[in-house]
């Protein structure tokens, strides 16, 4: 869930054993022992989700021409695209694999058309934004219903 525009709980980087990630705003290094695979999983998991969504809101009825000329809100959601970019690139492999309907690797590749410097990258984010995040977001709410057991936050 977002709140005041920050993920509740954002899980980062591997670093030697520990996961650093923010959680209602609060930085935390715990020993990946703590955390299950599973939990671990379903964190992500919400966190892409949440990060979707709020890049849906952030759209409204916006159009390509509106996107790109908007500052403020172009970079509120830039934001959130990284955060399920770089989310993709931590969710495990045998994750995205139960979840085939998902484009993953149109995912990986987004990251390198964020900066959307050339024609081409302003394209490829803009296929996301019309096209990969609404139904990344679809596919996510059918497999959370077939597949509750990677959703579930669980010890």
């Known amino acids: ?64 021409a509106q996107y790109f000329a908007s500052r ?26 139960q979840m085939p309907a998902i484009n993953w690797q149109a995912w990986r590749e987004l990251g390198a058309a964020l900066p959307c410097l050339s024609r081409a990258q302003k394209d490829t984010v803009w296929y996301a934004l019309e096209t990969l995040v609404p139904i990344t977001g679809y596919h996510l709410r059918q497999y959370r219903a077939k597949l509750p057991d990677l959703f579930a936050f669980r010890m």
């Open 1 to 64: 869930m977002i709140v005041d525009g920050v993920p509740e709980c954002f899980l980062g980087e591997r670093n030697g054993g520990h996961i650093d990630f923010l959680l209602w705003g609060r930085s935390f290094n715990v020993c990946e022992s703590y955390m299950s695979g599973a939990l671990y999983a379903a964190g992500l998991l919400a966190n892409f989700f949440d990060a979707g969504w709020s890049v849906q809101i952030l759209m409204g009825d916006m159009d390509r």
């Open 72 to 97: 403020l809100t172009r970079r509120e959601i830039k934001k959130h695209l990284r955060i399920m970019i770089d989310t993709v690139s931590l969710l495990p492999v045998d994750v995205r694999e």
